[in-house]
């Protein structure tokens, strides 16, 4: 029985940064599938479970002539085989459930579908190992072995998972989209909304100020001064004007760097903007958030991006 995929981070024997925990922590929060289209999500569930009965099951055919005259010659566990070993009657071959596919030579079977469970839920490949107690090593190769494997199973989840793995910006899903066009809008409207209620006492009387920066309120409750932008994450964060390109930029994959340059804006600037913006995303639009730092940490090792999409 392949392990449960753990819920916390706190299951993991690795000391990183505290940033780092709670990413990882909102990751495992989601449901494994979501950064798929909704359209592949059952072909996704049906390779994980592919991956999960497979090294139990027995043969259909010969791998070599795909005869159907077939028998088991060996159980597994003798002669210190680990799988049961099949005969063809037709062309005298000696193979197992695994002959001839891209996952013959692959240990840990329990393993592989919380590897790919954990793939499609956005994590990388050596932060994998660590969750599994495999090398690094290993898990490039089950990465490689399962992209032929997924490829042989189903051609349409094949081409989009691999199409979202390269360095190259890649097309947003239809949900996505529409989850960006919603914090686009989002951010349009904290420029020109006058009717915000008081961040502190939430009272909804309060007195409008004027002001060259940003609309400014004076609460009648509290007696407190405040304006659309205090107590959000994006509370001191300048040149709203660049916010919606700075979005679809940072949803798209493109790194600090990539985005300072496009913008004229530091890397500490943009470093700074990315923590804001996902924390500004992850309690309205987890899903933006989710695709957000996984693009990001597909793509932040890159020199150079591609073009917008």
Not at 4 to 18: D, L, V
Not at 126 to 131: D, S
Not at 286 to 299: D, E, I, K, M, V
């Amino acid at each position: 029985m392949a392990p449960a995929i753990p819920q916390t981070f706190s299951t993991f024997n690795i000391p990183p940064t505290r940033r780092h925990v709670d990413t990882i922590d909102f990751l495992l929060g989601r449901p494994s599938l979501e950064l798929l289209p909704e359209a592949l999500r059952p072909s996704a569930r049906s390779f994980l479970s592919y991956l999960a009965t497979l090294p139990a099951s027995a043969p259909h055919q010969c791998p070599a002539c795909a005869s159907r005259s077939i028998s088991l010659a060996i159980p597994a566990g003798s002669r210190g085989l680990r799988r049961d070993g099949y005969y063809c009657r037709n062309c005298n071959k000696r193979f197992n459930v695994l002959s001839g596919t891209p996952l013959r030579l692959l240990r840990s079977e329990d393993k592989w579908k919380p590897w790919m469970s954990y793939r499609f839920q956005g994590f990388s490949q050596e932060l994998i190992a660590t969750f599994l107690g495999i090398s690094n090593k290993a898990s490039m190769t089950w990465s490689r072995a399962f992209m032929e494997a997924m490829a042989d199973y189903d051609a349409d989840l094949h081409r989009w998972w691999e199409d979202h793995q390269s360095t190259q910006v890649s097309e947003l899903t239809d949900e996505v989209e529409e989850a960006l066009e919603a914090c686009v809008a989002a951010l349009a409207e904290l420029t020109v909304l006058t009717d915000r209620h008081c961040p502190y006492c939430g009272s909804s009387s309060n007195q409008v100020l004027t002001s060259r920066r940003a609309t400014e309120y004076q609460c009648h409750g509290c007696g407190r001064r405040y304006n659309n932008l205090t107590e959000t994450p994006l509370s001191h964060i300048q040149h709203k004007e660049l916010w919606p390109e700075y979005l679809r930029l940072l949803v798209v994959g493109y790194h600090d760097t990539e985005i300072g340059e496009r913008l004229g804006l530091s890397k500490s600037l943009t470093n700074l903007w990315r923590q804001r913006f996902l924390e500004f995303m992850q309690p309205r639009w987890p899903l933006l958030a989710h695709w957000t730092l996984w693009q990001w940490s597909r793509r932040r090792a890159s020199s150079s991006g591609g073009p917008l999409p």
